[in-house]
């Protein structure tokens, strides 16, 4: 049987305009998809569902690098998505702090700041792009990193109420190093000074690493360093340790004592490394970060790891880390002030 021409050319066009009308539904049912998940903003559910930027305010090598990759590794397997560690060293950590200051606040790159970069940097830059509280969502403290008061062994002082006298009887001849003005190596000297009542020279140094190299080599006579650096140097008897600065001992020199200790009540000098994001990130996502950190520094593994390292976990609540941020700027800035450090 012929069918009439005229009828296969409708058949043709409504099958024609069936499909046309597939394909569009088609690509807006994509299209809509995509931008629901485009603009949909970053939920404790699907966080994180791409990769993760932790920035770091110090060169590779540093402790704070160490325990960032190490981090960084973990949250990887952990959140199923590539964890990158981005180094932006420069300016007491100014730098870093402005880039991710102005990084998108959905959780995707976030600060790996310390004490030194964060409550002390701000105070020896004239011209900031961000500010230490206002610019940022406190996530955690991952770690406590305690500095070890040490001295050449050229140096008769065996202990601290020993070097106390031996400074008190030589007002200003001996020197003490540090990495940088306004580091905490310095604000440990400079507490320290107030505290016992003692003269010390200052002496800054680039870096942590050759101001302990000189004092190996006797070119300064003491150093408030990090336990993770002086650690080998202290184990194999080229500097000796007199006193940590924090309240508690440090796991990684159980016989050494505490400054309050050792005779001066009431010293507390702890550096933190924490996790800090963008202010206005979403607060489910806050806390997602920080419920997966603070559930990793509880790993016997990551605690060996940090005391191998001199550092101490420290797994800390947002609201709690935010004060003692707020509380340090405070102590910090008097400090400072008192010692005559200014912006360079």
């Not at 539904?25 to 995509?34: D, E, W």
């Not at 609540?317 to 941020?325: K, L, S, T, V, Y």
Request: glycine content about 8%.
């Amino acid at each position: 049987m012929q069918v009439p021409r005229s009828k296969i050319g409708r058949t043709s066009r409504n099958q024609g305009a069936r499909r046309h009308l597939r394909r569009t539904l088609t690509v807006a049912l994509f299209s809509g998809m995509a931008a629901l998940a485009t603009a949909a903003p970053a939920s404790a559910g699907t966080y994180p569902d791409r990769p993760v930027t932790l920035v770091v305010p110090f060169p590779a090598g540093a402790a704070t690098d160490i325990l960032a990759r190490m981090m960084a590794q973990k949250l990887s397997i952990r959140w199923h998505q590539p964890v990158i560690v981005e180094n932006r060293a420069g300016a007491t950590g100014s730098i870093a702090a402005g880039y991710v200051a102005r990084a998108p606040a959905d959780g995707y790159t976030l600060l790996v700041a310390t004490s030194s970069s964060h409550t002390m940097g701000p105070y020896m830059i004239k011209t900031k792009t961000w500010d230490p509280v206002a610019s940022f969502a406190p996530i955690t403290i991952l770690t406590w990193a305690p500095n070890v008061l040490e001295v050449n062994p050229s140096i008769p002082a065996k202990t601290v109420p020993e070097l106390i006298k031996l400074l008190k009887e030589h007002p200003g001849k001996y020197t003490f190093a540090s990495s940088g003005l306004g580091s905490s190596i310095q604000l440990a000297g400079e507490l320290f000074k107030k505290m016992a009542h003692v003269q010390m020279m200052h002496v800054p140094y680039k870096g942590a690493a050759p101001a302990l190299a000189d004092l190996l080599g006797g070119q300064v006579d003491m150093m408030f360093d990090t336990v993770a650096q002086s650690l080998p140097s202290i184990k194999a008897g080229k500097v000796r340790a007199l006193a940590v600065t924090t309240k508690q001992r440090s796991s990684a020199l159980p016989n050494i004592p505490t400054m309050a200790e050792a005779g001066l009540p009431g010293y507390d000098m702890s550096a933190w490394i924490g996790l800090l994001a963008p202010a206005g990130t979403p607060a489910k996502v806050i806390t997602r970060i920080g419920d997966d950190a603070r559930e990793l520094l509880s790993e016997p593994e990551v605690k060996q790891r940090l005391s191998e390292l001199g550092m101490e976990a420290a797994p800390t609540q947002a609201a709690e880390f935010g004060a003692i941020i707020k509380k340090e700027l405070v102590q910090y800035g008097e400090l400072m002030r008192g010692a005559g450090i200014e912006p360079q």
